[in-house]
């Protein structure tokens, strides 16, 4: 109903991103909105990865593939040397030589990228990349802080509340 209000005076746009890191309720809702919208003037962009797989994703794309909702699908690359460059000049200062060095050390991705060359900017080792810059910004975090996201992220997956409540380590989860 939402959809449809939205795009009852002029088309609407719907970006949905990430669409790998979903839970199970919001690719039911995508699922949902892919059905109600295929005579609607509206324009459903999705993202994702392809890696981890995620056969409940696949299947969710694949009915709306039958449907007629998503005509085109896009598979993007590494973003090539001279995009990536500008894209870390824009996002911090740094010498040359070090932004060189960052956008041949992240192969295409701006995240590594962006995140080196922030990292960079404080006098760490570009080589370092998103393992330093992590270290970086945990070491902020208080004692419990670093504790709790160092075992989020041994984890591997989401925790849910009770497991959280339950780590004898955090006084206060």
Do not use: C
């Not at 991103?17 to 979903?22: G, I, P, R, S, Y």
């Not at 039958?66 to 894209?87: H, I, K, V, W, Y």
């Not at 959280?164 to 006084?171: E, F, K, M, N, T």
Request: net charge positive; proline share 8%; glycine share 6%.
């Amino acid at each position: 109903a939402v959809l449809s209000w939205a795009a009852r005076e002029r088309p609407l746009a719907l970006a949905l991103e990430d669409l790998h890191a979903a839970d199970r309720s919001s690719l039911e809702l995508v699922a949902y909105a892919g059905r109600r919208i295929t005579r609607q003037p509206v324009l459903l962009v999705l993202t994702r990865r392809r890696l981890p797989p995620r056969p409940e994703l696949d299947g969710v794309l694949g009915a709306l593939r039958a449907r007629g909702t998503l005509s085109a699908e896009f598979d993007l690359g590494p973003l090539p040397a001279a995009a990536l460059d500008r894209l870390v000049g824009l996002a911090v200062r740094i010498p040359a030589a070090h932004r060189e060095r960052i956008v041949r050390l992240a192969a295409g991705n701006p995240l590594l990228a962006v995140e080196t060359a922030r990292y960079a900017a404080h006098d760490g080792d570009p080589a370092a990349g998103l393992a330093g810059a992590t270290r970086q910004a945990i070491a902020r975090l208080s004692p419990a802080g670093r504790l709790f996201t160092e075992l989020a992220a041994v984890a591997g997956r989401d925790l849910d509340r009770a497991e959280v409540a339950s780590l004898p380590l955090l006084d206060n989860p």
